[in-house]
């Protein structure tokens, strides 16, 4: 006895390559299916921008056939939708569309699904999708930017991810250092964000891998791609950045006493008149003429402290509830006179 295909199976295979045809050659933009059972996303699509993925995604599940195009009116088709895909797709990162594919006439029907188009018939829900609404390039603006307000949305939670880390840039007490090779410019290296407390011990917080971009490209945009919350400020307020700094003093303006055989510093300026007519961004420390340490403070510019404030507004406990990993680090170590929480805003 021979097993006859599935007729239900094959519709859905039908709908989604379909569907998935439709956006690829319609909108010129990426399709990827989702071979997952029943879990209410069929497709991903991704945008292209300028001949690149945008990393933009949409989330679509596709319903195909008369049994779904037929209920409704005139206006609209009404999809009804399982309570376990509304829960789904409401906790989701990624914005949903639905699709309603008529197979023998060959049109593809769209509605977004969230909150406001979503509707409770009293024993589950359905979907009302305008006829109006056909899957074609001239509604690609609107799925723009459903999917650019999605963005937002995954941009906010990973900022929410990384608060821990904001947290300690707000009270100052985050840093880093890195590497720079004389001699060989672009070449990768890497650094390390720490916490330094009072008695001076640095504690890693994360360390990364820095592309071969890194110097070339400029060390404060990079760190930034990583924090875009961060206000990068070379952290010069060190006793050894202060010795070599008054190395570099007396090398450079101090006079030399060949009776006693000593540097003797120039009067014509003093040292903290020569401390102001130096870069901020300078090496904290000198490795003869192989490489230079850089040292920096992490602050918040002004979108850290909008996300701070925004955080507390919302849940004035959120940020104490999660702070970064009291194990590795215990907070009640930190002398709270060292720091100015004033200086970290820019």
């Not at 009804?80 to 060959?106: A, F, G, Q, S």
């Not at 074609?136 to 799925?143: A, P, V």
Request: proline share 3%; net charge negative.
């Amino acid at each position: 006895m021979h097993n006859s295909p599935n007729h239900n199976d094959n519709l859905k295979e039908l709908g989604e390559t379909t569907v998935s045809s439709i956006f690829i050659g319609e909108f010129k933009w990426i399709s990827r299916r989702q071979y997952a059972s029943d879990y209410g996303i069929d497709l991903h699509i991704e945008t292209i921008e300028e001949d690149y993925a945008s990393g933009g995604i949409i989330g679509v599940q596709v319903k195909t056939g008369k049994s779904y195009v037929n209920r409704g009116d005139d206006q609209f088709i009404d999809l009804v939708v399982k309570t376990k895909h509304v829960k789904y797709w409401k906790d989701h990162t990624l914005p949903i569309i639905v699709v309603v594919y008529d197979n023998e006439e060959k049109i593809a029907y769209w509605e977004r699904a969230n909150e406001t188009t979503i509707e409770s018939t009293g024993v589950g829900y359905k979907i009302r999708i305008s006829r109006e609404k056909v899957l074609l390039s001239n509604f690609k603006e609107e799925l723009q930017k459903i999917i650019k307000e999605s963005r937002l949305a995954i941009g906010f939670q990973k900022m929410l991810l990384s608060a821990p880390i904001i947290d300690l840039a707000r009270k100052g007490k985050l840093f880093f250092e890195t590497f720079e090779y004389h001699h060989k410019i672009g070449r990768a290296t890497t650094f390390e964000i720490f916490i330094e407390d009072y008695s001076g011990e640095k504690i890693p917080v994360e360390g990364i891998n820095v592309p071969n971009n890194f110097i070339t490209e400029g060390r404060f945009n990079r760190i930034q791609s990583y924090y875009p919350w961060a206000a990068i400020i070379p952290d010069t307020d060190t006793d050894e950045q202060r010795e070599i700094d008054y190395e570099n003093y007396l090398s450079e303006l101090g006079q030399y006493d060949s009776g006693s055989k000593v540097v003797h510093d120039n009067p014509s300026i003093s040292f903290d008149d020569y401390l102001r007519t130096l870069n901020d961004e300078r090496p904290a420390k000198i490795f003869g003429d192989e490489a230079s340490l850089f040292r920096y403070k992490i602050g918040l510019n002004e979108l850290g402290w909008g996300f701070i404030n925004l955080v507390e507004h919302l849940d004035s406990d959120w940020l104490d509830n999660h702070k970064w990993d009291e194990d590795k680090w215990d907070e009640d170590n930190w002398d709270e006179d060292n720091w100015d929480e004033d200086l970290h805003k820019v």
